[in-house]
């Protein structure tokens, strides 16, 4: 053997970097008199890359608190990695951050997968995994994982509210459910379940479809046939177009629930057709930037003055830049609240003691409420309609 | 193996073994996933170096080592050394069961098929007949082992100690395969495949053992990796993650040993520094680190790292003639490079 492995320790050796900031003694790991470390990890490359813009926003805002004096006099040091949606990344940049960047909290980090991948290692570390950017059930669980919570109304909160309208207004209802057969669909499935609670003999025709599957046309088919009057939509963008146009075309016309993942005119409702989309029902919690009707309200007038300043690449018409800059400040007023205790367990705890929390960004009436054993801020979403040109809100806001 | 190499070796096993002691658990966590690499990337290299079949589907096979450890792990509370067998014999037979159909194919059919191979995995992974042993999108959570026998050492370092032990292992094991008969039949086969035949090599056995032993290098390293990052998701083993082990091969150097591990630094940090200098376009900043690599050593790592050392011994060796004579050292360096 000629070639020899001794560059090897050279590399190595020049592969290691700076060594550990050495904490101070009042605070956590990541606070101090100055400063306050967040880390954040998102995917800015890979698949999902369109959702990156989420984590340049809220660093944009924190700059801007920072620049207004920051957070109890101490300046937010945001870092934020790369893990190109891959599950094996997040768990290196999850520890990077704990161990080498000693953050005192990992904030925002996207995906279901990312999060269940990094979730183990947070709780065992003790280290706060606050407000991840999905919409799964499963981040509101403070018993096993009290130190993992959502932040989005998650997928059975939203079926459970579609289930309690039905039984308001439609207390007769047969209804056929469509979803995609993932962990996603069934999160919703059982929501909705739970929602009808004594009544899911309502349901009178549950199908499902795999992402694989070309059309969902037979399913619509058996949907119909089953005599439902009333369709919950649970599919992702692709599949839930089709299925407003079948359930159109085929002329069944039943009263439409669809899930909140595809309520986007631009990819679900226009290839569908608006006019098949008339009478829609979703639901909503923020705000939307682009809508008219909000083109006059602080908030977004707010928002709008905030992008130019500290963003002003992001895209206007990007719901993630806006949803990032509401997420942000969520997590300032926690951080305001926990005021010179900045320990990861004061954090956690001061997470889980938002009472009647506004959030300028949030529809009006739709407030984040948590508590030791409630780890799903959102809890309530406001029913939309769609006219045949945009969607519409109606009724009260609903909660579980 | 001449005595210097072997010095060499020893100072670099000494490195390795230090290396724990001295930096952050999550340093050592780094350096437990280029161990991983470096398995699977010699796999892939026994396959691709030596024996010329370009694959693009390994990231398959190291999904199934994961899946294989992390199910074994978890379903059926199998301690993890032993999953790292099973995991092996699976992508062994899995992967000479896909040799031989392959076989048939040269080149850049090879490479689709493989290709296939690759995208359709995470897929595969995700089916609901098989939900109940893979999780389904959710993946598998699996634990982390403890250091035996009341070791004074952390997970983090005893995990990679094992992993360097297994490392060594199969790196003798491969060194051993390929310097001689094996190795020599690989590379007639490579270079030129009807003089191979004409020799007497057995080329339809001898490349579809290739394919299941590099198989199930990829497959044990798969496994380690999972027991490393402690989850196995769908969405961790996508077509990407094959790319990148052919990045790894062609920049640590095709049909070296050593290499294997250059190359697993490379795919390892190279991502990380890219995203530290711009998070609007890491790819791009990767893209041109490949470049340049690509462009000041053409033969890899491993290849420039050999050219330096002949240069060097050279050197050495002529040093007190050629020192007062620079235009005799310069002649000889281009008639290297030229050879």
């Known amino acids: 053997m000629k070639r020899t492995f001794a560059p090897v320790t050279l590399i190595v050796a020049a592969a290691l970097a700076a060594s ?47 620049d207004d004096g920051g957070v109890n006099g101490r300046k937010i040091n945001y870092i934020s990695y790369d893990d190109g949606y891959s599950p094996p990344k997040a768990v290196e940049m999850a520890r990077k951050l704990v161990e080498q960047d000693e953050v005192l909290l990992i904030f925002q980090p996207l995906g279901t997968p990312s999060n269940s991948a990094i979730q183990k290692y947070m709780n065992a570390k003790k280290v706060p995994q606050l407000f991840v950017a999905t ?30 309208h039905i039984l308001k207004n439609t207390p007769n209802a047969k209804i056929g459910v469509l979803y995609q057969n993932d962990d996603y669909g069934k999160d919703y499935l059982k929501g909705f379940k739970d929602g009808l609670g004594a009544k899911t003999n309502m349901i009178v025709k549950e199908v499902s479809y795999e992402v694989t599957d070309p059309t969902v046309d037979s399913q619509m088919v058996q949907l119909q046939s089953s005599g439902a009057d009333t369709f919950f939509n649970i599919t992702t963008p692709k599949f839930a177009a089709m299925a407003i146009r079948k359930a159109y075309d085929s002329g069944w016309k039943p009263a439409h629930y669809l899930n909140n993942v595809s309520a986007s005119p631009g990819s679900v409702l226009v290839p569908a057709g608006l006019d098949k989309s008339v009478g829609l029902i979703s639901t909503q919690y923020l705000k939307d930037p682009t809508d008219k009707a909000w083109a006059n309200d602080p908030a977004v007038l707010d928002w709008n003055a905030f992008m130019k300043k500290y963003y002003p690449d992001g895209n206007l018409a990007d719901a993630s830049n806006f949803y990032g800059w509401a997420v942000a400040q969520t997590l300032v007023q926690v951080l305001k609240q926990s005021g010179d205790n900045l320990t990861r367990e004061n954090v956690m705890k001061q997470a889980a003691s938002l009472k009647d929390f506004v959030l300028s960004a949030a529809l009006p009436g739709i407030k984040i409420n948590t508590s030791a054993t409630d780890f799903a801020p959102f809890e309530s979403v406001q029913l939309i309609r769609f006219d045949g040109k945009q969607w519409v809100r109606f009724g009260e806001v609903m909660g579980k | ?14 490195a390795a073994c230090a290396l724990p002691l001295v930096v952050s658990n999550y340093r050592v966590f780094q350096f437990t996933l280029v161990l991983v690499y470096a398995i ?46 099973a995991a092996g014999a699976l992508c062994l037979v899995v992967g000479f069961l896909f040799g031989l159909p392959a076989l048939r194919l040269e080149g850049l059919y090879l490479a689709l098929a493989t290709f296939a191979l690759g995208v359709s995995m995470p897929q595969l992974l995700k089916y609901h007949h098989l939900e109940k042993w893979t999780g389904g999108v959710q993946g598998v959570v699996i634990v982390k082992p403890n250091p035996p026998f009341g070791l004074p050492l952390n997970p983090d370092q005893w995990l990679y100690y094992f992993t360097l032990a297994v490392m060594i292992v199969m790196f003798v094991f491969a060194w051993n395969l390929l310097r001689g008969r094996v190795g020599r039949a690989l590379i007639a086969i490579r270079d030129h495949h009807t003089a191979a035949e004409a020799m007497g090599v057995n080329t339809a056995l001898y490349k579809s053992l290739t394919f ?16 490393a990052i402690q989850f196995v998701a769908p969405d961790s083993f996508n077509i990407f993650l094959s790319i990148t082990f052919l990045v790894g091969i062609v920049i640590g150097g095709l049909a070296s040993i050593p290499g ?50 002949a240069r060097i011994a050279r050197k050495a060796k002529n040093g007190p003639h050629t020192a007062g004579a620079p235009m005799a050292g310069k002649t000889q360096d281009s008639s290297h490079t030229a050879g």
């Not at chain 1, 009042?26 to 800015?44: C, W």
């Not at chain 1, 813009?53 to 944009?60: F, P």
């Not at chain 1, 994982?145 to 998650?154: C, E």
């Not at chain 2, 694959?55 to 199998?78: E, N, P, Q, R, W």
Request: with cysteine; hydrophobic share 50%; charged share 10%.
């Open chain 2, 260 to 309: 294997a591990i250059y190359g697993a630094l490379f795919i390892q940090f190279v991502p990380n520094i890219a995203d530290e200098i711009s998070k609007a376009a890491p790819w791009a900043i990767f893209g041109i680190f490949l470049l340049g690599f690509v462009y000041v050593m053409p033969f890899g790592v491993a290849g420039a790292i050999r050219l330096l050392m």
């Open chain 2, 40 to 85: 699977a990337l010699l796999g892939l290299n026994l396959l691709t170096g030596y024996n010329g079949q370009i694959s693009l589907g390994h990231g398959a096979f190291y999904a199934i080592g994961a899946y294989c450890a992390a199910i074994l792990m978890d379903k059926f509370g199998v301690p993890y050394w032993a999953t790292l067998l």
């Open chain 1, 135 to 164: 919409g799964a059930t499963k981040w509101n669980d403070p018993k096993n994982f009290p130190w993992t919570m959502g932040w989005q109304p998650n997928y059975q909160t939203e079926g459970y509210i579609y289930a309690q």
């Open chain 2, 212 to 227: 299941g032993v590099s198989a199930m290098y990829t497959g044990i390293a798969g496994a380690l990796g999972a027991i």
């Open chain 1, 20 to 66: 550990p900031v050495l904490a101070q003694k009042k605070y956590d790991p990541g606070a101090s008199d100055k400063e306050i470390k967040i880390g954040n990890i998102n995917p800015y490359s890979g698949p999902a890359s369109a959702y990156g813009t989420i984590g340049k926003s809220i660093g944009a805002y924190f700059k801007k608190i920072n």
């Open chain 2, 1 to 14: 193996m001449n005595k210097r190499t072997l010095i060499f070796i020893a100072v670099a096993l000494l």
